[in-house]
Each structure stands twice: as C-alpha cells, then as structure tokens.
C-alpha cells in the first residue's frame, strides 16, 4: 500500500510518524521522572515522620506514645510496637505485615501495592531507652494519582492536537520539498517538448536541490553532446558511402549500357570500381573496429611485448613503399610494454601513415622516439609536414573529422586518429598532439609501465 502513495504522502506519513513518536517518547519520559519525583518525594515524607518520632522519644518516655497520635505525621499511618507485637501505638487497623510478618533487622523502605493501593513503606528497628522496638510506617502515594487524574483529560487534547499539528506539519514540510522538485520535472517536459537544449535554472549552488539540477544539466550537456556526435556521425558516414557508392553505380551504369564493349572503358571502370570497394570494405572495417573499441572501457593484457621491435617492423613495412620517406628511430634499449601487439602496430601505422599523408614535401621526414620517463613509457612520432591549426587539434580525434576538407594531401575517412585516441584509451594511455601550421605535427602517446 506504501509503494502505491505519492511520493508527496509518503513524506507527510513519515514526517508524521516521527514527530508522534518523538512527542510520545518525550511524554513517557517526562511521566517516568515525574512518578521517581513523587515517589521520592513520598519517601522523604515517611523518613521525615520516622524522624519526628525517634525526636519525641528522645524528649519523653515511651508511657507517653499515645501523644504521637496527636501530631501531624502528613496523612502517613504508623504502628510501634515490641518484640511479641504488642502495641504501644496504633494511629489505624494493624496492617498483616505488623502482625504476621517478620520482625525487621534493618531499615527497609520501599514502594508496592496493599489492597490494590500504592503505598510507601517503611519498617526498622527503634531503640528506645536501650530496649528495641519496632516501627511500621505507611503511606499512600496520592500525589501521583491526583496528578494523573488531573493531566489526563488535558493529555487526550493535547495529543489530538499534536496529531493534527504534527500531519499538518509533515504535509506542509512534503510540499515544500515535492515544489523545490518540480523546476527539475518542468524542465524534463521541455526537454521532452522542446529538445535538449533546455536546461534547469540555477540560482543557488550550495542548495542541495539546485544540485540535482547542475547534475542534471551536466548531464543533458553530455547527451546533447553525444546527440551532436551521432547525428553528425551519420551525416558523415552517409556521406562516405554515398561517394563510392556513387561512383560505383555511374561505372557500372555505364558498363551496362555500352562500357562493356570497350575493353579500354571496361578496363578503366573495373579498376575504378575495385578501388571504391576497397574504400568501402576499409571504411565499413574502421566502423567496426571504432564502434568495438568504444564499447570497452579498459583492456588488459598479461604478456610483455618489445616495443621497438613492432615500431622496427611498422619502419620497415613503409620504407620499401616509397623512396622519398626517410625515417629517424632513436630508441631506448629494452622497452617492454603490456599491449596487444596488434594493437601497438595499429597505433603505430595511423600515426606514421597520416605523418605521410600530410605532407607537402618533396622529401618526408618521420622522427620516431621510444624512452622511458616518470615510470612511463612514450613513443613520439614527428613529421615535417602540412601542421595543424590549433583550432583543429582538439578535433582530429573527432570521427569523420579532416582539417583539409578539399583532400588534397589524403584519400582518408577522417577515422583513423580516432581509431587511435580509442585505442590509446583502452589501455588508460594518454594522447598529445603537438603542431606548429606548415611546420610539423608531433603525435605522443604515453602508457604506464
């Protein structure tokens, strides 16, 4: 049934609860001290009497007792008699204790219920004269009683009182807290409305409330982010494939209506097509390849990998490709790092193949460094190439995204330094680009040891 109120009635049944326990512990306790008061106060009375009657013996022989029955003992009966229970005074009916209990050794004191009544007594040994008697003293404890016969009827209105105060209260204190709610609510029916561009106002920083609302707002900037991303994502890709798409379907038209019989024409359009699927195959693999990447959040490895071997290796494969590169490899002996060895040469191949691809130059030339430093491991890969503007460094990790739009320098998706900025990810790396425009650009990587 809980589960089924509002969140509002909820708090108000809580808020209630607590204040009616909280009034109830306060008013048990406040009944306790006030019963031990009473009963003390009961306590005091009847030791007093005793004293009253131990300081008239003191002045008079005990032939005179019956004059104790003349003096104001506060309401208490008491009974003194010898050791064979005979009485030298009785100021009401000889109570059974006096005449059928024991004879008391010390002084005992002490509250319990005669005849259904709460009484106060007391029964000690009385030394009169150098012969020992005995004193029985009795007192109903009326006062708390009264007290309680008195505070009753006022105690049933007040707490129906605190009752209502206390649901009115709970009530008053959940709308207070269900209203500091509802900027967040209004503002996810804009968003709904409206779009993700909306966000909640703040006006208090330190307010716990308005705290939600800076989450919430950091929040809907990260999905408005992510939103921008994915639908350029798609702007991007479909423009990808629509290129040689289109291309391929312009050849193969044109194949189909009179190419074909030309084996110059035919020749020319094959290769063109081949060369678009290969395009196509390696974007989709890119795609693929990101797209797992990105749904890990780390990757670990248990086996050490020489890291200038695969560097040697990435070296290698390029050189032979052409001979307007020159390489430079200054190297720091035995650098091992725990890394996918494909991984490694993934990295590296991006980074060495946008150096090339980005180059203006008659002669290329590729700085790669490999040390060790601070407990971590860096490969820093410096071309002299095209460089990029620093309002573009933060960027070309993005996907899709290329500096140079008209492709002059490349025949590349955009895709590849985010492949890397990924990967490096992966393994919790880190990724510096370093450019100066027309000049160079240098890529650092880092991994801890």
């Known amino acids: 049934m809980k589960n089924r109120l509002s969140t509002f009635w909820q708090m108000s049944m809580m808020i209630f609860s607590i204040m009616v326990f909280i009034i109830s512990i306060s008013y048990v306790f406040q009944f306790f001290i006030t019963r031990v008061w009473i009963i003390d106060y ?11 009657i131990e300081s008239f013996f003191y002045y008079h022989s005990i032939e005179n007792a019956d004059y104790l029955k003349f003096f104001e003992f506060n309401d208490a009966d008491f009974w003194i008699y010898d050791s064979d229970r005979n009485m030298l005074i009785s100021t009401d009916d000889i ?22 009544e709460e009484k106060v007594i007391l029964n000690t040994p009385l030394y009169l004269n150098g012969k020992s008697y005995y004193v029985y003293i009795e007192k109903e404890v ?17 707490i129906i009182m605190i009752l209502v105060i206390s649901l009115l209260s709970g009530m008053f204190v959940s709308r207070k807290f269900v209203n500091r709610l509802k900027f967040l609510k209004v503002t996810m029916e804009n968003v709904k409305e409206k779009g ?9 920083r330190n307010d716990e409330f308005y705290k939600i609302g800076i989450v919430f707002n950091s929040m809907m900037d990260e999905l408005e982010k992510l939103f921008n991303q994915q639908k350029q994502f798609v702007h991007d890709a479909s423009h990808e494939l629509r290129t040689p798409l289109t291309i391929l379907k312009g050849h193969l038209q044109m194949l189909n209506r009179w190419g074909k019989n030309d084996p110059e024409t035919l020749d020319k359009s094959l290769k063109i097509a081949s060369e678009e699927l290969e395009r196509l195959i390696k974007l989709v693999n890119d795609l693929l390849n990101l797209n797992k990447m990105e749904t890990h959040s780390s990757f670990k490895v248990d086996e ?16 032979i490709l052409s001979e307007d590169i020159e390489f430079n490899f200054d190297k720091t002996n035995n650098i091992y790092l725990k890394i996918l060895r494909e991984h490694l040469k993934q990295l590296v191949i991006i980074f060495v193949d946008n150096a090339i691809k980005y180059c203006d130059k008659d002669k290329k030339f590729i700085n ?5 430093e601070n407990n971590r491991i860096y490969i820093s890969i410096k071309d002299n190439g095209i460089g990029i503007k620093k309002e573009h460094i933060l960027k070309v990790t993005d996907k899709f995204y290329r500096v140079d739009e008209s492709r002059k320098y490349n025949n590349s998706f955009g895709i590849g330094l985010s492949i890397a900025a990924q990967l490096v990810k992966l393994y919790q790396g880190e990724l510096e680009i370093i450019s100066e425009f027309g000049l160079f650009t240098e890529v650092i990587v880092s991994f801890k040891k």
Not at 96 to 106: C, R
Not at 368 to 372: C, K, P
């Open 42 to 52: 009961e306590k005091d009375s009847v030791k007093n009497t005793l004293e009253q």
């Open 95 to 116: 109570p059974n204790a006096v005449l059928y209990g024991k004879l008391p050794t010390k002084k005992m004191n002490y509250v319990h219920k005669v005849d259904g």
């Open 142 to 158: 009326e006062i708390y009683q009264d007290f309680l016969d008195t505070l009753i009827p006022m105690l049933i209105v007040f």
């Open 196 to 204: 993700i561009s909306n966000r909640v106002e703040i006006l208090n």
């Open 304 to 319: 050490y990998i020489d890291v200038n071997q695969v560097i040697e290796e990435v070296i290698y494969g390029f050189d």
């Open 368 to 372: 790669i460094r490999s040390y060790e």
